[in-house]
């Protein structure tokens, strides 16, 4: 007998079909099963953990982050929002330590005007835009986005022009508008406004980056005197903020000076104030909800004197490294 | 998980269930055997470690040591336990089959093996398994599944010798 004819022999003997009642009996059970086998439970960890891993980059390569941002007031039942957004959430490590200004809001010539404004410290560069808003009727406005004044600016440096500059628009309660302030590489940061006939939901401090300073219906006090209040600005958010003093000048504050030797830590964040002292004279800012995502944070502080300044204005912005003085 | 464990079941569950079958001689005993080493995988102190065993060798494995215990508790060997209360449950063509002549000669043949012959016989005829992958789920070196696989093959050529003609009848009458 060769092996082929073994083979054919052996290929006689036939084991009966699986019962089904195996699978009736197994199945259930192993579908059911939660415990791994043991030797398993690193390699599901693992697997976890790559995927935690692979979702938390896809995030950050395809979502959107807060930077800042202000909310206020324009009159006629009209609120303001302006987040300020960096696209993909990656890029806030490249945006995120910016400096920049916003001027907050003003009437003149019968519009309401103000400019905004992102430097980058890295190139010396203004990206931002000045805006009116001009009243149509009592609901609406003519919102207009034009090249940012320069008499504005804190630092030495080009302005960027705008990558896509809106038209002249009529906005009303429900408008909604992006105004991007730097578009390349895949990279966008752009301000996404939105007016509303209710006051915006304003931001906690805990939903911001880490070390933004929250001013929620800021109210001035000097030596103990009231000095001003928001003049229309609800809210201001960002790694830095600014409050102009009459007669004496402004005031960049933040609780991440980097390094940049112009600030001196000259007050702290107490839950809902900030207390910082300049010269001879002791400042409050008293706020209406907290300013930072915790307490105790020591508040840096940048003074630059300008006896021009008429009246008390909080905004955010104000660049961080790389301004004139530096 | 449970999927992953499914999956193993839905591939491997029907050859074990004939390994388990022919090493014991029963279906009823293969059905709890093969169903002990699935629900087996389960328990938290389950010896199954993917990093060292592919599953496939590690069931295998796990279906002979539990065959060979029941083997051992029933006192006998799987020697022609002629299951025909299995068989004529079944009822298909495979059964209809085994009870021809040649294929019980063979399960005889087959049962009288030495155990250590038979289970390796069994894998590498049955479940095509090759001498790396019995070596890794009998616990063997290659060189002793080579060994018993040829002591097994040449005793089961000695032992069905008489039915030789027969099967190179059934060569003869394929087309």
Known sequence: MNDSELNELLDTWKAPPTPASLRDAVRPKLMASAPVPRANYGKWLIAAAVAMGALAVGASLTQDANLGGETGYWGNGIYVLRMRIVHPALARLKWGFSGGLSTGMQWKDGCLVGSVYLYSPITHTHYGYSWSARPVDAKRYLLSIGPLDPSVLREDGPISSLPHPPHPTIVSAGSKLDIDLAASDGQRVYDHIELSDKPPALLPAAALPNFSIVLTHPQLFVNGQAEGD???????????????????????LTLDAQGDSRFTPDGAVDGDRIRFHSGDSQFVIQCSDPIAAKDGLPVYVYFRPDASIERVRFSSGGSIKGGPEQ | MSQALLRLFEDHHEALFRFAYRLTGSAAEAEDIVQECFLGLLKPNSAYDARRTPPRTYLFGAVRNQALKRIARRGRTAELQDDASDLADAGSPEAEAQRTELGAAVQRAIAELPPTQREVLLLAHYEQMS???IAEALSLEIGAVKSRLQRARAGLKEALAPYARSVEKNVEKRP
């Open chain 1, 230 to 252: 928001s003049a229309g600005v609800a809210q201001a958010t960002g790694r830095t903020a600014r409050v102009d003093v009459p007669g004496r000048g402004e005031f960049v």
């Open chain 2, 131 to 133: 001498l790396a992958e």
